[in-house]
């Protein structure tokens, strides 16, 4: 298949204990030439909870290593790293919420400074999915302000992991945001439902999972989002959240329905403004 357009899946995983580079294989074969690769839970490289900060450096060099592979066989991968936001539960089997959330913290400044060496281009954060405590809804917004705040300081973009989200949540996401003085166009919501005009009256922006539906209704309100499969690389669940082909299918799919400018602007003129990437085929 001839080449005639970048392809960018926003949020990935790739796990060498699952099908690793064969994923990736899939989407280059499928016509995908670019990834947003984000680093995974920490738990997924070892059965035991983290003990220290310092022990995310694991996840990180891993996802580093499989972007450097990545690219090897010919698909430009970008590193977004951090701390899962889920990992709050895991830490506060072993420590105190407090100290959790001193851990996680600590796992962002990590995450920063290869931001700042250039071996990243984002910061992964948020707040659970399922429900969870006042207290420990409140320790993970403290979290996910403070990776504001880093993000902000070196300016880098920051994905953000967390409930199902409405248009209050949107709001939510926001006004914090906000408040901590980061600049909302980097402000990436993953696994973004097709809300388009409540992410743009909020400046946030989504990251849309891609199912028919959603890209379909996302694109009735316009080209102000990016999509992704969520792929989570689990051998325990193949093909989860969407396979590595999906986004260069469903593109190629809908290109004689609204013509290669709409795609040329999702999967290059709003990477490179949100990320500060160069997106080149």
């Given at each position: 298949?001839?080449q005639?357009?970048?392809?960018?899946?926003?949020?990935?995983?790739?796990?060498?204990?699952?099908?690793?580079?064969?994923?990736?294989?899939?989407?280059?074969?499928?016509g995908?030439?670019?990834?947003?690769?984000v680093?995974?839970?920490?738990?997924?490289?070892?059965?035991?909870?983290?003990?220290?900060?310092?022990?995310?450096?694991?996840?990180?060099?891993?996802?580093?290593?499989?972007?450097?592979?990545?690219?090897?066989?010919g698909?430009?991968?970008?590193?977004?790293?951090?701390?899962?936001?889920?990992?709050?539960t895991?830490?506060?089997?072993?420590?105190?919420?407090?100290?959790?959330?001193?851990?996680?913290?600590?796992?962002?400044?990590?995450?920063a400074?290869?931001?700042?060496?250039?071996?990243?281009?984002?910061i992964?954060?948020?707040?659970?999915?399922?429900?969870?405590?006042?207290?420990?809804?409140?320790?993970?917004?403290?979290?996910?302000?403070?990776?504001?705040?880093?993000?902000?300081?070196?300016?880098?973009?920051?994905?953000?992991?967390?409930?199902?989200?409405?248009?209050?949540?949107?709001?939510?996401?926001?006004?914090?945001?906000?408040?901590?003085?980061?600049?909302?166009?980097?402000?990436v919501?993953?696994?973004?439902?097709?809300?388009?005009?409540?992410?743009?009256?909020?400046?946030?922006?989504?990251?849309?999972?891609?199912?028919?539906?959603?890209?379909?209704?996302?694109?009735?309100?316009g080209?102000?989002?990016?999509?992704?499969?969520?792929?989570?690389?689990?051998?325990?669940?193949?093909?989860?959240?969407?396979?590595?082909?999906?986004?260069?299918?469903?593109?190629?799919?809908?290109?004689?329905?609204?013509?290669?400018?709409?795609?040329?602007?999702?999967?290059?003129?709003?990477p490179?403004?949100?990320?500060?990437?160069?997106?080149?085929?």
């Amino acid at each position: 298949m001839k080449q005639i357009m970048p392809i960018l899946d926003n949020h990935m995983h790739i796990d060498p204990r699952g099908r690793g580079l064969n994923a990736i294989k899939d989407f280059k074969n499928a016509g995908g030439t670019h990834i947003i690769l984000v680093s995974k839970p920490s738990w997924t490289l070892s059965a035991k909870t983290i003990e220290n900060s310092n022990e995310y450096v694991a996840v990180y060099e891993e996802t580093i290593d499989i972007a450097k592979k990545a690219r090897e066989i010919g698909v430009t991968a970008f590193p977004v790293l951090g701390v899962h936001p889920a990992e709050i539960t895991k830490l506060t089997e072993s420590f105190k919420p407090k100290e959790a959330v001193e851990i996680m913290k600590s796992g962002i400044d990590i995450a920063a400074n290869y931001v700042k060496e250039q071996y990243a281009i984002g910061i992964k954060s948020g707040r659970p999915h399922y429900p969870v405590s006042t207290e420990i809804l409140d320790l993970s917004n403290e979290v996910m302000e403070y990776a504001f705040e880093i993000c902000a300081e070196i300016n880098c973009a920051v994905q953000l992991h967390t409930e199902d989200t409405d248009e209050q949540t949107i709001i939510d996401i926001s006004k914090r945001a906000r408040k901590k003085g980061m600049p909302l166009e980097k402000v990436v919501k993953h696994f973004s439902p097709p809300l388009i005009s409540e992410f743009t009256n909020a400046g946030i922006f989504p990251s849309v999972l891609s199912s028919k539906k959603a890209i379909d209704t996302a694109l009735e309100c316009g080209t102000r989002f990016m999509m992704e499969t969520d792929y989570i690389d689990d051998n325990n669940r193949p093909g989860a959240v969407l396979g590595p082909k999906t986004v260069p299918k469903r593109t190629f799919s809908l290109l004689d329905i609204y013509g290669e400018e709409v795609f040329w602007k999702i999967h290059k003129d709003n990477p490179e403004k949100v990320y500060d990437i160069k997106i080149e085929v």
